[in-house]
């Protein structure tokens, strides 16, 4: 079974930075890469960015330039976050995609909240 673990958030000033973590455990046998997502409070959630696993990294618009994702192997994944604005506030959770005999499966985790303060 896998599972994935955030880390890091926490309540950062505009301006500033934070970095998450994400480690997998289990067996992630295919996976092909990991990907960031949050949610805003009220909103849907929505897609950050991704690293895959030959390291080719994309981000959204809205946090290219600002935000950096990386891996220390393939189990675990950083996201590291810079000039924070409020609009930043959410859960962001880690996700990764493993195939199986029945077919490709998603697996989220529980989640890390930041919060940007004004």
């Known amino acids: 079974q896998v599972q994935l673990v955030e880390s890091g958030g926490g309540l950062v000033q505009a301006g500033g930075s934070l970095r998450l973590s994400c480690v997998a455990s289990g067996n992630i046998f295919g996976c092909k890469g990991m990907a960031w997502d949050r949610q805003a409070p009220g909103k849907q959630r929505e897609w950050v960015g991704s690293?895959?696993?030959?390291?080719?990294t994309s981000y959204s618009d809205s946090v290219k330039g600002r935000f950096t994702i990386s891996r220390d192997n393939a189990k675990t994944m950083y996201l590291w976050m810079n000039n924070l604005t409020p609009e930043a506030t959410g859960v962001y959770y880690c996700?990764?995609?493993?195939?199986?005999?029945?077919?490709?499966?998603?697996?989220w985790g529980q989640g890390t909240q930041v919060t940007g303060d004004a």
């Open positions: 996700n990764t995609k493993i195939p199986g005999v029945t077919g490709t499966r998603d697996y």
């Open positions: 690293h895959t696993i030959g390291g080719m």
